[in-house]
């Protein structure tokens, strides 16, 4: 499938940011909707996603020993993650199909937002997730939202192979990111980085790799806004992976890139990104490489440890989100270069690893202690004053 891009070569890249800025959509997506593959007439399903804040973030920024760093919260959307800005182009285009039953493999993230999305557009929803590997809270959105929530024996990897067969059936509609129309959806949220930039894109833009398609999707975006003007350059992209799933990262170190082996056991605590054989790769190595970007990996420990800055910056993520900044510390960027982190979840996404955390009590896949360097365990005291006097 690939989808064609209506160029607006009929209108100047000013008038176009002048037409954004005094648009009033309350859909940060459709706001950019002159590079969508939809009619103005289009009957959209949305629940208000994009128009997520840039924070700056001055701890996690001295943490990665940065003048400045820029964090886009993703996790600020309608379910909490970056998966909305897709789900509501694909969820528009399964609606247009008149699809009887939408569905999806997921760690969790996309299970919840399309969960969400077909409920608004009164669609059968089926979502096939791990058995006991989706955060509590991701499985609890999707129940209440009212899919059928199908859990496998197995991983995300064989979750993703039982459902690509499956949707072999023309009725079935398949809406991960291997369909072009959520790629459309998350590639505008580029555009509404570069539009609260001014339009000068920053140095880098670092974001987590899992199955790939929000790095294919920024890649898109970039490239569309370099082509029509809007922007004067690339962001360099890099892909930040667990090292125990981590098949994007060993692709680019081969310097030859020729052969992509895939991870078949994948391991980390940050469930998002357990991902061994990422459908989009190919889309996101022409995004990195095409920008001069790079693809690391970071420990568990890293992981652990950047997710708790992040929190005291007053914003917080989910873990697979703090691989950015886990990475950025280590990527050696120049002090004074622009950098841009995308945080893909919100905090709320996975409360057991933050608990586990605080009260050092968090183990890495392997059973190893993870140190909780910055820990902020709850104080028991006596149901008196004075007790709490004492601590505070
Ligand atoms: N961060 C979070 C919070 C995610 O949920 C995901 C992917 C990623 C990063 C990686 O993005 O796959 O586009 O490279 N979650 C998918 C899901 C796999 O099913 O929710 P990617």
């Not at 039953?101 to 979502?127: K, P």
């Not at 809406?175 to 539009?195: C, D, M, Y």
């Not at 056991?265 to 357990?274: D, E, G, Q, R």
Request: charged share 25%; hydrophobic share 40%; net charge negative.
């Amino acid at each position: 499938m690939d989808i064609e891009r209506r160029t607006p070569l009929a209108i100047d890249p000013d008038s176009l940011r002048e037409r954004w800025k005094t648009r009033r959509d309350r859909s940060g997506v459709w706001r950019f909707r002159e590079f969508l593959p939809f009619d103005e007439d289009a009957s959209v399903v949305s629940l208000g996603e994009g128009n997520t804040p840039l924070y700056d973030a001055p701890r996690s920024a001295d943490y990665c020993r940065l003048s400045q760093l820029k964090l886009k919260h993703q996790g600020c959307n309608p379910t909490g993650s970056f998966k909305d800005t897709g789900m509501t182009v694909a969820v528009t285009q399964a609606r247009k199909l008149g699809a009887r039953l939408v569905v999806c493999a997921s760690t969790g993230n996309t299970a919840a937002s399309l969960a969400a999305y077909a409920a608004r557009a009164d669609l059968q929803c089926a979502i096939i997730v791990p058995a006991g590997q989706v955060s509590h809270a991701k499985l609890a959105q999707a129940l209440d939202y009212g899919a059928r929530v199908i859990e496998i024996d197995g991983n995300f990897d064989a979750s993703m192979n039982v459902i690509r067969e499956l949707a072999e059936d023309e009725s079935i509609y398949l809406v991960n990111s291997i369909n072009p129309f959520r790629i459309e959806g998350q590639k505008t949220v580029a555009f509404e980085l570069a539009e609260q930039l001014e339009w000068r894109v920053p140095d880098h833009l670092v974001l987590p790799g899992g199955n790939l398609g929000n790095s294919s999707a920024f890649g898109k975006g970039f490239r569309e806004l370099l082509s029509s003007g809007l922007i004067a350059r690339q962001p360099k992209i890099t892909v930040v992976q667990a090292e125990g799933a981590a098949p994007f990262a060993r692709f680019y170190s081969d310097e030859e890139h020729t052969e992509f082996v895939n991870e078949e056991h994948p391991k980390t605590l940050a469930s998002a990104i357990k991902i061994g054989a990422p459908v989009s790769w190919q889309k996101a190595w022409r995004a990195v490489s095409e920008t001069g970007g790079s693809v690391i990996t970071v420990t568990e420990q890293e992981i652990a440890d950047a997710k708790a800055v992040i929190g005291r910056d007053g914003i917080g993520c989910e873990p697979a989100s703090a691989t950015t900044v886990a990475g950025i510390r280590k990527l050696g960027i120049k002090e004074n270069e622009s950098v841009v982190a995308v945080l893909t979840g919100h905090v709320l996404k996975d409360t057991d690893y933050v608990i586990k955390y605080h009260n050092q009590s968090l183990t890495d896949p392997d059973g190893r202690k993870i140190e909780s360097r910055f820990a902020n365990s709850p104080i028991r005291v006596a149901a008196s004053a004075d007790a709490i006097r004492e601590v505070l």
